[in-house]
């Protein structure tokens, strides 16, 4: 029997990447940070664009109706590799990121990298890039809300590093 990165949440594994993506849900996942990070070699296209966020690892339907669900949680990282031609918009500023979907798309111009479009409340990003990888950086916790307190996520971190 192969044991689980974290048994009680029925997580499989604590790295994922964009082969992943029809096994992947981000629906109502919170974004604390957002960043362009660019690579130290000149040869590749200049930018990694990275989100801090709070992964909803599974939604747990309540014993009885009346009662809240409660959910799994994850401070993540999602990395998408060789970004480029972002476009989008974020605000207002000092209103709370979720993302709603993401979406990998066919290049309308049959470039080799696909089109990748993160829709969210408050915000949406549009740009090209050749994949991603999310790393959860610490096992999910059972919470009540479906956003970690910063004390329970460890502050804002871009920390490619999964904790299994």
Do not use: K
Not at 24 to 32: E, F, I, L, S, Y
Not at 38 to 55: I, K
Not at 67 to 82: C, D, G, H, K, S
Not at 143 to 153: C, G, K, N, P
């Amino acid at each position: 029997m192969i044991a689980l990165p974290h048994g009680p949440s029925g997580l499989s594994r604590a790295t994922w990447t964009d082969a992943d993506l029809a096994n992947m849900g981000w629906h109502d996942c919170r974004v604390h940070a957002v960043s362009i990070g660019e690579y130290v070699d000149d040869t590749l296209p200049p930018a990694r664009l990275l989100l801090d966020l709070d992964y909803i690892v599974r939604w747990v339907e309540p014993v009885r109706r009346e009662l809240p669900f409660t959910f799994w949680i994850a401070p993540a990282t999602l990395v998408f590799e060789r970004a480029w031609n972002i476009t989008g918009q974020m605000g207002p500023l000092h209103e709370v990121m979720e993302i709603a979907d993401v979406h990998r798309l066919d290049p309308l111009d049959g470039g080799p990298d696909p089109l990748w479009h993160i829709e969210g409340q408050n915000f949406d990003l549009q740009f090209r890039a050749h994949g991603y990888i999310q790393y959860l950086r610490l096992p999910p916790q059972r919470t009540a809300r479906q956003v970690l307190a910063m004390s329970e996520r460890g502050g804002i971190s871009f920390a490619e590093q999964s904790f299994a």
